[in-house]
């Protein structure tokens, strides 16, 4: 069977698989926000799976969730330049994201504490000033919440509802300005959404959560 070398490990490798679901198969954590197996298309927003890959000679930094792993590929997941670099990365996620874990639905199941206790960081940013922004919360749908300001941009809610062949969740803006939105900014419960929550259940963090589950 082909293989690749994961941090010394020798790994069975599958078709076209990417090289975060090898690592994960594998044991291996690799952190990651907006990679799910699903995608025909890796966003590749949140960089947090930086990975360094050495092949025929040559070293360079790629993106597991893009990347797909090869035949006698050298992988390499916790080098020092890796783990500045995701530091890096998580930091100017975080100075966008309004910290308010101990009222947030999903805070024993968050992404992002999951994260951070990997990386050895606190939330809160350290050298980044926040960058937070007084987004309105869409509390309008009868069944769920969606509230920008803990939105981290990773694109799962939109990936999956496109996904569904429904068009009621889509980006707009570009760089910082970027939020997820709806068409021409209507109230979600005027958008015709059918309630299936798929968004909800494909949300890391607490941007988008059901009603009866929000915390007094």
Request: glycine share 6%; with cysteine.
């Amino acid at each position: 069977m082909p293989s690749a070398i994961i941090n010394g490990q020798q790994i069975t490798i599958l078709p076209g698989e990417k090289i975060l679901w090898t690592a994960l198969r594998a044991g291996i954590y690799i952190p990651h926000l907006c990679a799910t197996r699903e995608a025909d298309i890796p966003f590749g927003g949140c960089r947090l799976c930086l990975v360094e890959v050495e092949m025929e000679g040559r070293r360079e930094m790629v993106a597991a969730c893009s990347e797909p792993v090869r035949e006698g590929m050298k992988i390499y997941t916790d080098t020092e330049k890796i783990t500045r670099l995701r530091r890096m990365a998580f930091e100017l996620i975080m100075s966008d994201h309004h910290i308010d874990c101990k009222r947030c639905v999903k805070r024993t199941g968050c992404k992002l504490i999951e994260i951070a206790s990997f990386l050895k960081m606190k939330l809160t940013p350290n050298k980044l000033r926040s960058l937070v922004r007084d987004l309105a919360v869409d509390d309008s749908h009868p069944l769920f919440v969606y509230d920008p300001r803990k939105c981290v941009k990773c694109g799962r809610c939109v990936e999956r509802c496109h996904q569904l062949r429904k068009s009621f969740l889509d980006f707009e803006g570009r760089g910082f300005e970027m939020v997820v939105s709806t068409f021409d900014h209507l109230p979600l419960a005027q958008t015709g959404c059918d309630s299936c929550l798929e968004c909800v259940m494909a949300c890391p963090t607490g941007a988008l959560y059901r009603k009866e589950k929000e915390v007094e």
